[in-house]
């Protein structure tokens, strides 16, 4: 059974950096096909895909986040990671780790998380 396990802390301040860690167990990681991915959805509003990072290492991003994204990841902890700069309360959000197979839909998520962007 494939788990993800998402960590980070909660509570940002405007201007700083989100960051979340999303650690993957029981199932493959660096198999190609696999596209992992990081989901947020904002209070009353629907999910927004924000960016992924494939097998190869290679990352992809929504054009929305306007080069505030980052995807890294350590694959000796099978983990991939989530930097998002420059913060507003307008990021506020419940932030998600997922696995999608080949572009397709999400098939695993990790628990998710409340990100609140706050002075």
């Known amino acids: 059974q494939v788990q993800l396990q998402e960590s980070g802390p909660g509570l940002v301040k405007p201007s700083q950096t989100v960051s979340r860690s999303c650690t993957v167990s029981g199932g493959p990681f660096t198999t190609n096909y696999y596209l992992w991915t990081w989901i947020r959805q904002p209070p009353g509003k629907g999910l927004e895909w924000m960016g992924a990072i494939d097998a190869g290492g290679t990352t992809y991003y929504s054009p929305s986040l306007k080069n505030r994204a980052s995807i890294p990841r350590d694959t000796s902890k099978n983990q991939y990671s989530l930097q998002l700069r420059s913060v507003s309360p307008e990021d506020t959000a419940a932030y998600y780790c997922?696995?999608?197979?080949?572009?397709?839909?999400?098939?695993?998520w990790g628990q998710g998380t409340q990100v609140n962007v706050s002075s």
């Open positions: 997922a696995r999608a197979p080949d572009w397709g839909q999400m098939d695993y």
